[in-house]
């Protein structure tokens, strides 16, 4: 039901039930798709309320509308690290590569690839680089 969400919960309860919808339970919010434990959630809940509700709260079109326009175009990965720093206001590379999905040691360049195609079409100050911690800037 929550195949592949990154999940982060504190309360047990929920990290077993969430568990059981085949949610991927994380150890701390900064390398979650969603960060259940601000959610609110009310209980009781259906499992279909409770589906819905972690699928709005990955749903970063809003951010991305706000941020680039409702016409703008980005692959899956661009969309994730603008939403990513928007939410977090800046991270490291490896902090970006685990928010990710990646290990912080991954030798990839699929990260710095989408950060230098998000420059290039947005310019160099849409992502900054302050001292090893990237941020957004402005378009």
Known sequence: MLSGIRIFVSDKVWQSVLADFN???VDDAFSADVDFDSLDIATP??????????????????????LLGADASVSPIQAQIIARLYKSGELSADELKVALGYA???A????NTA???LRKK??????????????????
Do not use: C, M
């Open 23 to 25: 949610a991927t339970l």
């Open 45 to 66: 809940v259906s499992p279909l309320d409770l589906k819905t509700a972690i699928i709005n709260a990955t749903d970063n079109s809003k951010i991305l509308t706000k």
């Open 104 to 106: 912080p040691d991954t």
């Open 108 to 111: 990839t360049h699929t990260v």
């Open 115 to 117: 950060i230098y195609e």
């Open 122 to 139: 947005y310019g160099r100050e849409f992502i900054k680089n302050n001292n090893g911690k990237f941020s957004l800037g402005g378009i």
